[in-house]
């Protein structure tokens, strides 16, 4: 069935709703007496089908077409000059073209099977997503696949995402938990503070080095700013908010930007502070759907790496570039590979259309002049300026959207914000939103799911497990765990008496240690520790000094190597 609805997928778009109800009759017919075909091709690959079916457009893999970086049906007739991109089951806009119009075809089908007309139906409200009203109805959702090769890789995909799902992580290495007194709200145990702790000093120690200046703002703000700033019109629904003495209504921040905007009109500026590059780690709320949340890829409480840049329009493209130099930096260290996408004006759009037009061309520039891989994502910019959004892959082939890079046209001018320039006159500096991050609560998601919980030893919670064996070892043990501990590596001891020493070792490994320190009276005498890797390796009997300087050169230079 996963191949039926793909082809008719592929027939469908174009077609007539006469043609769609007749296709609906030969599937049905079909579906019962399907013979298969081998397909031979010109360049050896064989490829397999169904008679009366199967089509040559099928055979090409292609669902969807692109003219000019826009969606266009197969049966429409091109316009003019362009240019032409094929898009098969093997790409993002393929598979969603296939399964939109599987779902056409599986309405249409359940329409005959049933005599209803699912379109003009009502539809329960048990059927739209995030709902938290219980009712009797289930919610299902289903996916479809050219093929049976196709459809074993997804579930060995499926199969791998569940192993490596970080609420189960989270919850075996005891980094965070949620209750459900504070729904969507993440209490970090001391592991996973560590390693929320480690990303923030990370992003830290490159504002340094990149020219940012950190900066603290409120929680609570009065409606009056987020009127000020168009977020009361447009997102207060999503927002928390309190009433004080006298009816005064205040919202908790779910972003930073319009605070930094009062930051920036607090004084006369000039252009030779320009550009301003503040960051900001406070606590953000969104009031997000309680259907929606799920684990810490959705929540309500969350914190980013957030930074506002205010810079001249000439500093923009220069600023530009320093940010996605920023973002390859990081990513670089979690060994994401990644790509951009330009996104630009959407309908509508605030701000006047010369504006956008050099702002995207702006955009465009520095992306050329950055060198990565980026394509166009025409009409999806945030209605307020275009944007850079950047996509990882993580070890498992799926896209995520973390960092992001936002030109606004419009806080400058809702907060009237302005600058002297060299000629002495007010001007309107341009403001950036960045992020590299993103959410620390997602991304601790991405990067337990990407490493599987086998955590780099810069960042792992776990780090070293020292195992005493026997004799007059414990005392030296502990010597051993008080070293490395000043130093600031995350280590435990394992002292029971109870466990034999494979037992030991075997749950250090499953607890995810990155080395394991076997300590015995040869070890107390030499001054050594004998070194496990997580993975089994044993590098043997090394002294102790030595295999702390090198541990902490791992650390330091934030290695994803095991052996050093």
Sequence with gaps: MGILVAVVGVVL???????????????YLFSSTETRL???????????????VTTPLFVAQTLVSKVNGELWELGRPLEADCELRLLGFDTDEGRRAAWRTGACVLGGVLEKAFGAEVCREGLSPVTLPNQTESSGLMRLLGVAFPGEKDKEEWEREQEEARRRDHRRIGTDQELFFFNDV???????????????????????????RRGFNEVVTPTLYS???????????????????????????YALKPMNCPAHCLMFEQRVRSWRELPLRWADFGALHRNELSGALGGLTRVRKFCQDDAHIFCTPDQLQDEIVACLDFVRSVYQVFGFSFHCLLSTR???????????????????????????RWELNPGDGAFYGPK??????DAIGRQHQCATIQLDFQLP?????????????????????????????????????????KWPLWLSPAQVMVIPVGGNSESYSKQVVQQFCEAGFMVDLNDDQGATLNKKIRSAQLAQYNYIFVVGDKESESGTVNVRCRGGKQLGRRPTEEVLTSLTRLRDTRSNLDEF
């Design 223 to 249: 409606t009056a700013l987020w009127e000020r700033s168009g977020h009361w019109e447009h997102y207060s629904e999503n927002m928390f908010t309190v009433t004080s003495e006298g009816s005064q209504t």
């Design 346 to 372: 959407p309908a509508p759009f605030l701000g006047e259309p010369e504006d956008w037009d050099n702002a995207e061309q702006q955009l465009e520039k520095s992306l050329q002049h950055f060198g990565e």
């Design 38 to 52: 081998s397909i031979q091709l010109a360049d050896g690959r064989t490829v397999k089908g169904t008679a009366g």
């Design 413 to 453: 001018i809702r907060f009237d914000l302005q600058y002297i320039g060299q000629d002495g006159q007010p001007h309107r500096p341009v403001m950036i939103h960045r992020a590299v991050l993103g959410s620390l609560e997602r991304m601790i998601a991405i990067l337990a799911e990407n490493f599987g919980g």
């Design 13 to 27: 778009l174009g077609c007539t709703a006469l043609s769609f109800h007749l296709l609906l009759i030969q599937i």
């Design 182 to 208: 504070s729904p969507g709200s993440c209490f970090f145990l001391p592991k996973g503070a560590y390693i929320y702790n480690t990303l923030t000093d990370f992003i830290k120690s490159e504002y340094r």
């Design 388 to 393: 850079v959004d950047i996509q990882i892959k």
